[in-house]
């Protein structure tokens, strides 16, 4: 079946700008993650939904980050007035049971 | 908080050679470990996992991995790597019932003829 995917593949965006950063799960996977991998810190844990409850945005970086999930399917990940330092991959993953993460191939966001 | 280190950066080896990738956990509580890969411009992919049971998980490629709980360690082996083997391998750890993981840094095996 579909994996998780994600779009785009790239970005490339100037300093100030707000970007956008989309995920679609596996079909039926409740819980959903963001996560960002940077040569500087590694993969750090962004926000993390389950179901129709509170999401967890104990690892959003600062107020700039965002995210929200529609319909308990597809998640956006927002940026604003983004900084060099946002420079990384954002992973997405999808678990059915909370346990097992399916992860998505990432968006490659570079801040000029 | 949970914390995860892997020791070696970089692991070179020989095709056809054993090999293990160090990994420790800080937590002496239940835990749940996992090991992810990461081919070239890919996502993560599941190696192995453990919940609970058998300390000795067996997973895809051929790759297995021992839970240790007296020296919270998660060490992942392979009797005989591949060329293809080549890549970064992340160990990461999650309470029970909390399953946001945290990772170690990588460790990128480099697998030579």
């Known amino acids: 079946g579909a994996g998780v995917s994600q779009s785009p593949s790239n970005k490339v965006t100037e300093k100030g700008k707000d970007v956008e950063l989309r995920c679609d799960p596996i079909s039926g996977h409740t819980a959903l993650y963001w996560y960002r991998q940077s040569l500087g810190q590694g993969l750090e844990f962004l926000i993390y939904?389950?179901?129709?409850?509170?999401?967890?945005k104990s690892g959003l970086p600062s107020d700039r980050f965002s995210a929200e999930r529609t319909g308990g399917s597809v998640s956006t990940l927002t940026i604003q007035r983004t900084q060099q330092e946002d420079s990384a991959v954002y992973l997405c993953?999808?678990?059915?049971?909370?346990?097992?993460?399916?992860f998505g191939p990432g968006t490659r966001l570079t801040v000029t | 908080a949970q914390s995860v280190t892997q020791l070696d950066s970089q692991v070179p080896v020989f095709e056809e050679a054993p090999v293990e990738l160090r990994c420790n956990y800080s937590s002496s509580v239940s835990v749940y470990l996992f090991w992810y890969v990461q081919y070239p411009n890919q996502g993560l992919q599941l190696l192995l996992k453990?919940?609970?049971?058998?300390?000795l998980v067996k997973g895809i490629n051929g790759f297995e991995a021992e839970f240790n709980k007296s020296q919270t360690s998660f060490h992942l082996r392979k009797p005989s790597v591949h060329i293809s083997d080549t890549a970064e391998y992340f160990c990461a750890v999650s309470d029970p019932g909390y399953s946001t993981l945290t990772f170690g840094k990588g460790t990128m095996l480099l697998v030579s003829p």
């Open positions: 453990y919940l609970s049971g058998s300390t």
């Open positions: 939904f389950q179901g129709n409850s509170a999401p967890d």
């Open positions: 993953a999808s678990s059915y049971d909370g346990y097992e993460q399916y």
